[in-house]
């Protein structure tokens, strides 16, 4: 398995305006579609029908991810009017009206709806579409455009409130995140004389982009995940969310995308309180708690963004049920190279979850500063765990106690398999991958760096070694079971339950659309109403 490519690091030193104008002119120069039309409109250039046939092709025959390249399409009707050929916006028009926007109208269609980014695009779309053409009637619901208006901005209320409050299902998502924004951006900057809705989805951008901000690490994510695809691990730079924290930040490798190209034409600016946490002397430690289950919490998150290395865990999250692109554990080192552990019962690349996407069966895992525990207990024999482990990416390995370790460039990392399983020798993976064979076994993962152990083998002499029960782990005063409370220095610890997000600059309650966010500089921002 070969090291992916990088795209070469360019605009570090520029500014905002100069990083800007590079993502509208790279967004003009792409493949041809709804983006490139958007974006050469941008730089004043007319959009002729053929320009946009594909996404109108997509739409006309309502194939799925057409909501996506839709949205380009009704930003670009609504902010370069003047660049679109009189023809050009009667396509538009007529696509809008014979579009499908949601499942209970009743149209055929292959377009997937229910995951929680396409609920909030189908929505806005609804409402945007029915601004915009007010009366027109539109074919699936054989109303006026008005009504679809009303009920997209019903749809689309209920759902900017909810993760205000309670934060998102698909939590940290490197792709989905993007598709967000791109909709609250949309929404943002619709002419429109009621801009109640707009104030909303400018609130949740804050939100958005405060939880970016606090979880990326030189420019990308490598957090734990509601839904996340191994091409978006492997290659962080491919990341959706990528290009925004380049624009934003000038960190990572520079590219564009719907949400990057969206944000470069909005009106919208991101708050400087939020920007602050990409810069130096940011808080390290950072906990969140998301989605709104059905017991009535969400998911509890904890990230270390550390100088040399970096680790995230959703912690105590639904054991034993499916997670299907669900990340769990997941470590990192410079240059990108992510270390994770996930569950499979096949060796599919594609299936979800698959052989390196999702968990068959989900731990329990915690994290307790730089150490996460992980503990798999499938009930299908056939399901196993194992640890992406990419050995030759690293610049030093080492072994010690059933600890297998590396490192790169000043950050360290070390995972323990009770299994006792070592980096396969053969294979396809050969040299990627720790595995434990069978349905039952407990990990450790445990970063570092050179700022606590100057050197690589002062980690490895430090090392804990754990001991074992059954269904436990006690390993450096910290016990973890499958059933029992996590235990610290002997003193049981209350289960999960954080705020929004909270670190030392950030407060805020679950459920409790307030957060309040306090820099050193004594600059104050509050989030939510």
Request: charged residues 20%.
């Amino acid at each position: 398995m070969q090291r992916p490519e990088t795209t070469p690091q360019i605009g570090k030193d520029w500014d905002y305006e100069r990083r800007r104008k590079y993502v509208i002119e790279t967004a003009a120069a792409g493949p041809a579609g709804a983006l490139k039309s958007l974006a050469r409109a941008a730089l004043g250039q007319k959009v002729a029908v053929a320009d946009i046939q594909p996404a109108l092709t997509q739409m006309e025959r309502r194939l799925d991810t057409a909501d996506f390249a839709f949205h380009d399409l009704v930003r670009l009707y609504y902010q370069f009017p003047s660049q679109l050929e009189p023809a050009t916006s009667d396509a538009i028009r007529k696509a809008a009206v014979n579009f499908k926007y949601w499942m209970d109208e009743p149209g055929p269609s292959s377009m997937f709806m229910k995951s929680e980014n396409h609920q909030i695009l189908f929505h806005t779309l609804q409402f945007m579409t029915g601004i915009l053409w007010p009366n027109e009637t539109f074919v699936e619901i054989r109303a006026p455009g008005s009504v679809q208006a009303l009920k997209g901005r019903i749809l689309s209320a209920e759902w900017i409130d909810a993760r205000q409050r309670y934060g998102f299902e698909e939590w940290l998502a490197p792709g989905y995140l993007d598709k967000d924004v791109q909709a609250m951006l949309d929404l943002v900057d619709l002419p429109n004389e009621d801009n109640r809705l707009a104030l909303r989805a400018s609130r949740l951008l804050d939100l958005i982009f405060l939880y970016l901000t606090t979880h990326e690490w030189n420019g990308s994510l490598h957090t734990t995940a509601g839904r996340v695809y191994l091409r978006q691990v492997v290659t962080p730079q491919t990341q959706a969310v990528a290009s925004l924290l380049w624009l934003l930040t000038g960190k990572g490798s520079a590219r564009t995308g719907s949400g990057a190209l969206a944000l470069a034409l909005s009106r919208y600016k991101v708050p400087g309180e939020a920007l602050r946490f990409s810069q130096p002397g940011a808080p390290e430690l950072t906990r969140t708690q998301q989605g709104r289950a059905a017991r009535g919490s969400g998911v509890n998150t904890v990230t270390l963004r550390g100088e040399h290395a970096m680790l995230s865990t959703a912690c105590d999250y639904r054991k034993g049920e499916r997670g299907a692109q669900a990340q769990v554990v997941q470590a990192t080192l410079p240059g990108a190279i992510p270390i994770f552990l996930n569950g499979a019962n096949s060796v599919s690349d594609v299936s979800r979850p698959g052989y390196w996407m999702g968990n068959w069966e989900l731990p329990r895992a915690f994290q307790v500063g730089d150490l996460a525990i992980a503990i798999y207990r499938h009930r299908d024999p056939l399901a196993f765990s194992h640890c992406f482990f990419p050995a030759p990416w690293m610049e030093s390995l080492g072994e010690r106690d059933g600890w297998i370790a590396g490192e790169k460039a000043g950050g360290y990392v070390a995972v323990y398999s009770q299994s006792g399983t070592g980096l396969r020798r053969a294979g396809l993976y050969r040299g990627f991958e720790i595995v434990s064979q069978g349905p039952a076994n407990i990990w450790l993962v445990k970063i570092g760096g050179k700022r606590k152990y100057p050197a690589f083998g002062d980690f490895l002499a430090a090392l804990p070694k754990p001991e074992f029960e059954a269904n436990a782990v006690t390993v450096d005063g910290i016990r973890a079971s499958w059933d029992g409370p996590l235990m610290v220095n002997g003193k049981p610890q209350p289960a999960p339950d954080f705020g929004l997000i909270e670190n030392d600059w950030v407060k805020s309650e679950y459920g409790n659309e307030l957060v309040t966010v306090r820099t050193p500089e004594g600059s104050t921002l509050r989030i939510g109403r």
